[in-house]
């Protein structure tokens, strides 16, 4: 078996990415588009990344998928997974290489049952997240595939860390995704893998012969994301007051079915965020809550399993995972880029 640690042979796949199909989220008392990505020009972030594999993976949706796999067509270096980020009634969960979409709200096992009888592969995305929907220790005994060992958009210290060891000690696929919401931050994790094609990854997985790499969302990333979607709010709002909703675009279309009250107190409300340094305050601050969140769940795992890691010995246990999953220990041949030096906990 060839190993991810062989650059000349070693593919990259962004597992987890979001386009302007994923819809609104909620956060706190606030409603808000996921991503305002279209999914060409998602397509064409992936490429100039030099990913060889792309899955979209939209909430409770695939149509983004399609329509991104239908523009890849024309690009032979690149291919699509079809996926979804599947809302389940204990957590989220990811499905790749689906052949329709999986309905939300089952229960997580029914949901890992679903997406394997389309011939497809379940994995638990940010397992343990101060702030997403996450199956947390339920990963212990769902029948999935792989773990997200390393989600770019979680930036605290605590996050990746328990789901690296869930991974190690469960024998899941180790996988990277960047979470990306917005185009900046397609590519920021991935997935290593030997081969080259989609087919050569979802091997890989089954396989649990891959790795992870890339770095951390930055901050400022994060920002420009909240910025654009603001803008976008904004800009849908204004149009929608004027009796100009482009029924054509979904966002445009969602905001165009709210009341016209809430409509105005949006449009002041988004104008309201982007006056400066508001954006810097806000990221600040939501940075320091959840880390806070991070810490109190690493806390409670920590403390129930008997078992601390450290930022002292996590790369040494991550070498010892690698051999748990028959892969190279020698540093020396894994990209550079691939190093866990350059992944910043």
């Given at each position: ?30 409603q ?21 594999v ?14 991104a796999?239908?523009?890849a ?7 699509i ?8 009634s ?27 009888d ?15 929907p ?28 328990l ?35 989609a ?12 790795f ?65 340094p ?23 795992n ?7 890691i ?16 028959n ?7 894994i990209?550079?880029?691939?190093v ?6």
């Open positions: 078996m060839e190993s991810v640690t062989d650059s000349e042979n070693c593919g990259k796949a962004d597992i987890h990415v979001h386009t302007k199909f994923s819809g609104f989220t909620k956060y706190s008392l606030a808000f588009p996921d991503s305002i990505s279209e999914p060409d020009i998602v397509v064409k972030a992936a490429i100039k990344k030099g990913l060889e792309l899955c979209i993976t939209d909430h409770n949706c695939i149509g983004g998928a399609l329509k796999q239908k523009y067509r024309d690009f032979p270096g690149i291919e997974v079809i996926g979804e980020e599947v809302s389940t204990e957590g989220e969960m990811i499905g790749l290489f689906l052949q329709e979409r999986i309905e939300p709200w089952l229960g997580a096992e029914e949901t890992a049952e679903r997406i394997h389309q011939g497809g592969i379940a994995i638990a995305p940010h397992p343990f997240s101060p702030h997403c996450c199956l947390g220790q339920k990963v212990k005994y769902l029948d999935l595939d792989g773990i997200e060992v390393f989600n770019a958009i979680h930036r605290d210290p605590y996050s990746n860390r789901a690296s060891r869930e991974s190690m000690t469960r024998g899941k696929a180790s996988i990277g995704g960047s979470d990306a919401h917005s185009v900046e931050m397609v590519g920021n994790a991935y997935t290593t893998f030997s081969g080259s094609s087919e050569d990854f979802r091997t890989s997985i089954l396989r649990k012969n891959t992870f790499g890339g770095e951390v969302t930055s901050l400022g990333a994060c920002i420009r994301w909240s910025n654009g979607v603001a803008m976008e709010i904004g800009r849908a709002t204004y149009r929608s007051l004027q009796g100009k909703t482009a029924q054509e675009n979904l966002i445009h279309k969602r905001i165009g079915r709210i009341k016209k009250r809430n409509k105005v107190i949006g449009l002041l409300g988004a104008a309201l965020y982007l006056v400066p508001i954006p810097i305050i806000a990221g600040a601050i939501g940075e320091f809550i959840i880390r806070r969140k991070a810490r109190k769940i690493w806390d409670e920590s403390s129930s399993s008997g078992l601390q450290t930022g002292e010995n996590f790369d040494k246990r991550m070498v010892e995972s690698r051999k748990y999953m892969l190279s220990s020698n540093l020396g041949n990209p550079k880029d691939v866990y030096g350059k992944i910043k906990f």
